[in-house]
């Protein structure tokens, strides 16, 4: 059975850091790519950012400089570090695990940055 539970989300300030992390048991970890998605209060879900096996990451432009993702394959976890959060950040935030026409999904912890 696949499952990825995540953990890290909550209550912060604006301009605070947050790390999310996601572990991942059933799958051949380090052959996925692995993603961080979130959806905002009444919006669609969007690409945050990804790592692949080999460690290249890509990030969306809003994140850039402030969010920077991670992986320990060892541990088959996956981590988003989240710095100088904005309001905007709130959201869900899922980690999504990609081989080929394969996914999986974590949960979703929420992520609130507000004052």
């Known amino acids: 059975q696949v499952q990825l539970v995540e953990s890290g989300g909550g209550l912060v300030q604006p301009g605070g850091s947050l790390r999310l992390s996601c572990v991942a048991s059933?799958?051949?970890?380090?052959?996925?790519?692995m993603d961080w998605y979130r959806q905002p209060p009444g919006k669609q879900r969007e690409l945050v950012a990804g790592?692949?096996?080999?460690?290249?990451?890509n990030y969306a432009d809003s994140v850039k400089g402030r969010f920077t993702v991670s992986r320990d394959n060892a541990k088959k976890t996956v981590y988003l570090q989240m710095n100088s959060l904005k309001p905007e950040d709130t959201a869900v935030y899922y980690c999504?695990?990609?081989?080929?026409?394969?996914?999986?999904w974590g949960q979703g912890p929420q992520v609130t940055v507000s004052s």
């Open positions: 059933g799958i051949s970890f380090s052959l996925y790519r």
């Open positions: 999504n695990a990609v081989l080929s026409a394969t996914d999986y």
């Open positions: 790592i692949t096996g080999g460690r290249s990451t």
